[in-house]
C-alpha cells in the first residue's frame, strides 16, 4: 500500500512563504498524478495544483503566480512552494496520488499551514 506524507506546514505571516513536502512510499508511474488540495474550516475541499510524471503542471487561479509544485524523482518527493501567502491561504493541505491505470486515489494524512493577518 502507496503512503503519502507531508510536511512542512506551519504558521507564517500574509507575504511569507512555506515550502511543503510530500513524501511517496514508492516510485510513481508514467500514468501517476500527484496533487495538492485544500481545506479550510466550513469549506469543501479544493484543488490547488498538480504535476504528472512529465512535469505538466496545472494550478488554481487562486494560487497562479504565486505557488510552484514540483517533483524529485530521485527521493519521491513532491513539494508544494508557497510565497506570498494570504490569510485567505489558511487550511489543511493534502497531498493526492492519483493512479489512473488501477483506478486508485491515495490521500496523504493533511497538514495546517496558518497565515496570519
Known amino acids: 500500500q502507496v503512503q503519502l506524507v507531508e510536511s512542512g506546514g506551519g504558521l507564517v505571516q500574509t507575504g511569507g512563504s512555506l515550502r511543503l513536502s510530500c513524501e511517496v512510499s514508492r516510485s510513481t508511474f508514467r500514468s501517476d498524478i500527484l496533487g495538492w488540495f485544500r481545506q479550510a474550516p466550513g469549506k469543501e475541499r479544493e484543488f490547488v495544483a498538480q504535476?504528472?510524471?512529465?512535469?505538466?503542471?496545472k494550478y488554481a487561479d487562486s494560487v497562479k503566480g504565486r505557488f510552484t509544485i514540483s517533483m524529485d524523482n530521485a527521493k519521491n518527493t513532491m513539494y508544494l512552494q508557497m510565497n506570498n501567502l494570504k490569510p485567505g491561504d489558511t487550511a489543511i493541505y493534502y497531498c493526492?496520488?492519483?493512479?489512473?491505470?488501477?483506478?486508485?486515489?491515495?490521500w496523504g494524512q493533511g497538514i495546517q499551514v496558518t497565515v496570519s493577518s
Open positions: 493526492r496520488l492519483q493512479r489512473p491505470l488501477a483506478g486508485d486515489l491515495i
Open positions: 504535476i504528472t510524471a512529465n512535469d505538466r503542471t
